[in-house]
């Protein structure tokens, strides 16, 4: 690759590879549980290479981590959705955690991301669910995780987003 | 003869029901626009003797074992007629496999003769999202009652071998193991693959092309193991992967056994 482009060979077999346009509704008929994963992952601030953890749906895998104090991850669902529940689990120990959460939403009549939720401190291992309000819809979420220990830095073991397609 | 068998057993749990389709002995049998999911086996299975089969537009997720089977592993030795065979398996999505059964794949041909698999849709595997296996690995069957001879094309796979990190290695988005002559593996797009290998060319698979396959973030890892005495000539052909792909030797950082 040469600056991020693909080539224009790659990008035909990429663009021709899988379903055929008459069955390319397929795509969107198997239920997704978790709306924020690799497959919807848009943007990320510095993250180590574990950042798959974080959707992998076990907490034995261990932590996605960063060795920064405040990281992001940002997921572009492909469409509208509502009814959302956020989910976030992590271990509640050491030096890599998270002592507080949010998540933002994309709004493009304002152009701006604003926040679903302000920062929430959690102080515990269990998983901590969030629900917005039922009719909030929106196509781009992005999860802010931080960590205000002396030194910290974040650690995060699941991360998960339901939501209906508006 | 047609066979087409679905078994039912009692729910083992509120997930997962013991139900499974087959066909055996089966010519001329069209799948098509089904959805099967939530079962504690695999979507379907096209057994000893399925020949003429079409599968497509259907849906399996969330499934024990592999979407779709083609073949058996004791099947090695059988006959023409027994041979599961002539089998296109097209616009399929398979998604989900393997959450509790970690070899689980998302399509796989065992002992196959001319099979085509193009434009599917596969990813969220536990194990390989395409596996082709031949079940002796030292005897090169090749023309025996014909296996081979598999078109591997114009799929995308993704986010396959997702159990990578529960200790589940030696496998890759796509995968061959064995010779299988006169089989094409070409046009295909694999992302996101957990393995370090998006394309596998393992263990005696010689006399399979891998033309034009596009990779992102993954290896293309090939095995030059040949059982001995080889009667045939190594004619597998360089991968093309115009972009990370690459085309290399990798026996060394997969463990694969060299001699």
Partial sequence: MTDGAWPAEALTIMNQAGLEPAYAPLRWKVPRENLADHSTLAQRSAWDSGLGKLWDGVTETGEASSNTNESWVQFDLGADYERFAFTIQQDNCCTWMTTHWKVQRWSASQNAWIDIMPYQAINTAAPVVYRPPADLATTNIRLYVRNSNQNGRVGVHEFSATGVRK | ?259
């Avoid at chain 2, 679905?6 to 049998?29: D, F, Q, Y």
């Avoid at chain 2, 005897?139 to 159990?163: C, M, P, Q, R, W």
């Avoid at chain 2, 796509?174 to 060319?201: E, L, R």
């Fill in chain 2, 1 to 259: 003869m047609c066979e087409l068998t679905e078994v039912n057993k009692p729910r083992s749990s509120s997930e997962l029901t013991h139900v499974r389709t087959e066909l055996t002995n089966t010519r001329g049998i069209t799948f098509t626009n089904n959805t099967v999911r939530r079962r504690g086996s695999g979507g379907l299975q096209l057994l000893t003797g399925a020949e003429d089969v079409a599968v497509s537009g259907n849906h399996f997720h969330n499934l024990t074992a592999a979407g779709v089977i083609a073949g058996r592993w004791m099947d090695v030795h059988v006959n023409g007629a027994q041979r599961t065979r002539n089998v296109t398996i097209s616009n399929n999505v398979v998604a989900d496999t393997g959450d509790d059964f970690f070899p689980a794949t998302g399509i796989s041909l065992m002992n196959t003769y001319n099979v085509a698999v193009t434009h599917n849709l596969v990813y969220d595997t536990a194990f390989m999202g395409f596996h082709q296996r031949k079940a002796e690995e030292y005897s090169l069957l090749d023309g025996v009652d014909g296996i081979g001879k598999t078109t591997f094309s114009h799929n995308e796979v993704y986010n396959a071998t997702s159990n990578v990190s529960w200790g589940v290695h030696d496998s890759g988005a796509v995968y061959s193991f064995g010779s299988w002559p006169g089989s094409v593996v070409s046009h295909n797009y694999v992302h996101h693959a957990t393995s370090t290998a998006n394309y596998y060319s393992d263990n005696q698979s010689h006399q399979t092309r891998w033309d034009y396959n596009v990779g992102q973030g993954g290896r293309f890892d090939f095995s030059p193991v040949t059982a001995s005495p080889c009667p045939c000539t190594r004619r597998t052909t360089t991968p093309t992967s115009p972009t990370t792909g690459s085309a290399g030797p990798s026996t060394t950082a997969t463990g694969h056994r060299t001699w």
